[in-house]
């Protein structure tokens, strides 16, 4: 196996990996927001079925005081997991363009050595 070779299948290996952590990451901030999201709407079905809807108040309901903490954790998660996609957007494009640099010469190689081929071909017919 040629060295250029090696090369370009450890950048599409690369390439690859970046864009799954890329979706991974966006998959888990979509699961965090709809935790997030659910969290909202039974702290609000909480607070209707008490009646009580200020935090401060002394009967406020310990459910809704707990998921609103809970809610609060998931979107400082969400907020610091598009902090790491912005990151790894930006190294799956890094490693995308440098892949991009590898496959034109592959390909050029190919082309050449069908060429190479081709020319011989006609030479016998």
Known sequence: MKPRDTALRL????????????ASLE???HDL???ALDL??????EEERTGIRDAA???YSTFAKAAALRRSNLLTSVTDLRAKLEIARRDHEEASAELRKLEPVETRDSDRHHMKADRNGLMIG
Do not use: D, P, Y
């Not at 950048?11 to 890329?22: G, L, Q, S």
């Not at 909202?40 to 079905?45: H, K, L, V």
């Open 33 to 35: 927001e709809q935790m």
């Open 40 to 45: 909202g709407r039974q702290i609000s079905a």
């Open 27 to 29: 998959t888990m901030i």
């Open 57 to 59: 108040h002394f009967a």
């Open 11 to 22: 950048k599409r290996f690369e390439a690859t990996e970046k864009a799954r952590k890329v």
